[in-house]
Structure formats: structure tokens, C-alpha cells
């Protein structure tokens, strides 16, 4: 009878469990060495692991040539012939195994039989996955080695050949984040943002559904102020599928080449609030410090006033800086008007809060950084966008609900609302 060989998930190790409870006294031996501290609790599980996938092998070998009887021949096509070393991969390295040797009779090419259970492991697929996950971890291809259990029999896994598992598996990941289309998801709120990698930069996409649930739409090669690579990153999001047929929020770091481009694909229409912590930061920066703690306080407060009352206070302190620190009240006037953005849609506190900064995409930012600060040569933008996209990635599966994601139809009957008013101008201006 044939035997079907299929994934088994954590959950079956509880049978094998009971059966070794049952079928123990192999282990007793070991238990008695953990209790001296002779051998650490790793070090038994390596050895009953590696016992156990042995065991299998030759379970396997044994439904191919029938069970083994030294000095016996057999009637069957296939029979036993030694035994040798082999490699079965597991999912973060190759092990080493004792195997049996199955030959057909006869001899000659081809004669070599390989265990049906075998030739299933053989399967290193995950491999290249599984040290991806590890390296977005913050495990360099220098120090990869160390994170493996240290078992003398374990094939080595070299740095180079971890670096070309990574390279295939990133290019993967950069082309997969690169297809991705939006057709079906109705997203409202895009965060534009750049990320530095030496002397190389990267612009990243966010955008935020209906539901409140985040995507990472999409990366580009270039700094936010560069217009070209800012056009570029839109254009190609109208592409897979966040056309600019609705009217969208964009929350932007304060770029002008970002906003630029934001009117150039998506429409002058649509609303746009300037990340508050970079006005804050920039105010700040052309300080004294012992100007910076009020100067931080009033514009925070301001920032929760209605619109008109808040701007007006920012105007003042603005005043008060010309004399001494024009390009503090320049930087504070700059681009005021949308900094009050979210303050003219009505929506409540706890959603504009989240939408006030681009916070919401710095978060993952520090999570790629995390995941790439052991690299310390970046060779060419090909390699940043790569890394880059794994790790956006890799920190989009802890993605939860944006704060407030429930009063997210308000943001939609607004956006609604005006477009629909928009439209209505348009064609009494066209009548």
C-alpha cells in the first residue's frame, strides 16, 4: 500500500508526545544526563529531533524494500544496500541524517532509490523565506551562523550563500510589493514619506482603507524633494489602481515637491494636511533653546483650536519672532494654512489625531530601520529598494486599524460631500 505523505502542523507533536511518554525508556538514559546538567535541554531535543526524522527515513525505506533480514534475500524490485549520510532541510537550516540506501536489482545507472520520505525533504523552498524572516529580524549574513543551534553535524550555511537566498528572496518581495494592485479598495487617506539609507533615499506610500486597515502602496528611488521621483511614486500608484477619480486626504511631510505632485496627478481638489511634528521640528530648529519649550506648547495648543482662532495665534507668534528670528516666523508661516486642515472637516478628536502628522508612517519607518540598521554598505539604490521592501513588508504583517478607524465615514462624507460640490461648480462653469 502506498502512503501519502502530507504537511503536519505544531499541533501533531502532542501524539508523538504521548507516544514517547508511553514508549520512553529509550529516554531515560537522557533524562538522567539533564538532571546531572549534563547535557542542556537543546541539546536533547536536537538528538531526539534528528533520531526522529531518522526513524522516519527508515520507515520509509521499509513500505519501498519490505522490512530488513540481514542474510535474506528478497522477492522485491528494490532492496536494501548500506546506509549513508544525507541532508534534509528544515526551516532555518540543512541537518545532517544517517539514512538508508535503497538500490533496484540488477545495478547499473538509475538503480539508486531514493525513500519516498526523503526525496520529500529535499524540498528547501522555505529556506529562502525563513532567512529572509531571520535577516528582517535584524540578523546580518555575518552573524546568520550564530542564530542556527550550534550542532556539530549541521551543515554550514555560508555568508555568501545566505546573500544569495536573501537577494532572491528580496527581489521576490520587491516585485510582489511592486504588483500589488488596489482596484478593489477604496482608499481614502494616503501618508507620503522619505527614508535615508546612507547616502541613498527612498519615498514610501501608505495608504488607509475605508475599514482603516493600512497598505503599503508603494516605494521609489529618490528624496521627497526630488519632483521627478515624487510624480513618478504617484503615477505609479494610478497605475495599480488609486486613481484619481475620488477625492482623497494626503498627508504629507511638508515637502513641496511632494505636494507638487500631488496636485499634478491626483487634482488640486483633493485636501492635504502638512505633518504637525515636522513644523514643529523646523519652528524649533531655528531657535534659541530657550525659546523651544514655549515655542513647542503654543503651537500645540493652537493646533487643537477651530481653524481661524488657531491660525490667528500662530500669526501672532509669528510677529513676535520676525525681529529676532525671521526665519523662525518664516518656517512657522509656511504652509499654515494646511496645517489646520483636518481642523475644517469636523471630525472628532481621537481621528484627528492620527491624521495630524505622518506619524502613522514614520511608525513602520522605525520598523525598517530596525530590521536594515545592520547593513553597513549600501552598493546601489537596486539594493535599498530591495531591503526596503522586504522589510515594509515584514512590518506590515503587525499592521493593526488605524486609532479611530470607526469615525473613518465621517472623513468619507466629507471627502464625498465636496466632491460631489466640486462636480456640481464644474459644470454650472461649463453651462
Not at 127 to 132: A, F, I, T, V
Not at 255 to 284: E, F, I, M, T, W
Not at 285 to 307: G, H, V
Not at 316 to 343: C, H, M, V
Amino acid at each position: 500500500m502506498k502512503a501519502s505523505y502530507q504537511v503536519v502542523s505544531p499541533r501533531d507533536s502532542r501524539q508523538l508526545s504521548d507516544f514517547l511518554a508511553r514508549e520512553g525508556q529509550f529516554l531515560l538514559p537522557m533524562l538522567d544526563l539533564i538532571t546531572q546538567a549534563e547535557m542542556a535541554v537543546d541539546e536533547l531535543i536536537d538528538v531526539a529531533g534528528r533520531a526522529t526524522i531518522e526513524a522516519v527515513l527508515t520507515l520509509s525505506a521499509q513500505e519501498v524494500a519490505g522490512p530488513r533480514h540481514p542474510g535474506r534475500k528478497s522477492d522485491r524490485e528494490v532492496g536494501w544496500h548500506g546506509r549513508q549520510r544525507g541532508v534534509v532541510c528544515l526551516a532555518e537550516r540543512k541537518l545532517r541524517v544517517d539514512r538508508s540506501r535503497l538500490r533496484r536489482k540488477g545495478g547499473g545507472r538509475g538503480a539508486e532509490v531514493e525513500p519516498p520520505a526523503y526525496a520529500a525533504m529535499q524540498n528547501d523552498s522555505r529556506l529562502g523565506r525563513r532567512m529572509l524572516e531571520i535577516l528582517m529580524h535584524g540578523v546580518s549574513t555575518r552573524n546568520y551562523r550564530q542564530v542556527l543551534p550550534e550542532m556539530a553535524d549541521t551543515v554550514g550555511v555560508a555568508k555568501s550563500s545566505v546573500s544569495r537566498q536573501f537577494i532572491d528572496a528580496s527581489e521576490e518581495a520587491l516585485k510582489r510589493l511592486a504588483e500589488r494592485r488596489f482596484d478593489d479598495r477604496d482608499i481614502l487617506i494616503v501618508y507620503l514619506d522619505g527614508l535615508i539609507f546612507g547616502v541613498h533615499h527612498v519615498i514610501a506610500a501608505l495608504g488607509v482603507d475605508i475599514e482603516g486597515r493600512k497598505h503599503v502602496l508603494g516605494l521609489t528611488s529618490g528624496a521627497s524633494e526630488n519632483a521627478a521621483a515624487c510624480k513618478a511614486l504617484l503615477e505609479d500608484l494610478v497605475a495599480r489602481g488609486v486613481k484619481p477619480g475620488r477625492r482623497r486626504l494626503f498627508v504629507i511631510d511638508g515637502s513641496k515637491a511632494l505636494r507638487a505632485a500631488v496636485d499634478a496627478v491626483y487634482g488640486k481638489d483633493n485636501p492635504v494636511q502638512r505633518c504637525r511634528s515636522h513644523k514643529v521640528r523646523n519652528v524649533l530648529d531655528q531657535l534659541p533653546k530657550d525659546q523651544r519649550d514655549q515655542a513647542k506648547a503654543t503651537m500645540r495648543a493652537a493646533y487643537r483650536l477651530e481653524p481661524a482662532e488657531g491660525k490667528a495665534r500662530l500669526e501672532q507668534l509669528a510677529r513676535w519672532y520676525e525681529k529676532d528670528w525671521p526665519q523662525a516666523a518664516a518656517s512657522l508661516r509656511e504652509g499654515l494654512d494646511e496645517t489646520f486642515t483636518i481642523n475644517t472637516m469636523g471630525l472628532p478628536g481621537k481621528l484627528r489625531r492620527c491624521l495630524a502628522t505622518t506619524n502613522l508612517i514614520e511608525s513602520p519607518g522605525s520598523g525598517v530601520r530596525l530590521r536594515t540598521h545592520r547593513v553597513c554598505r549600501w552598493k546601489d539604490g537596486t539594493m535599498v529598494l530591495r531591503w526596503a521592501a522586504s522589510a515594509y513588508l515584514a512590518t506590515e504583517k503587525s499592521f493593526r486599524r488605524i486609532m479611530g478607524f470607526e469615525q473613518l465615514w465621517m472623513l468619507q462624507s466629507y471627502l464625498d460631500q465636496n466632491e460631489e460640490a466640486a462636480t456640481v461648480a464644474a459644470k454650472r462653469k461649463v453651462g
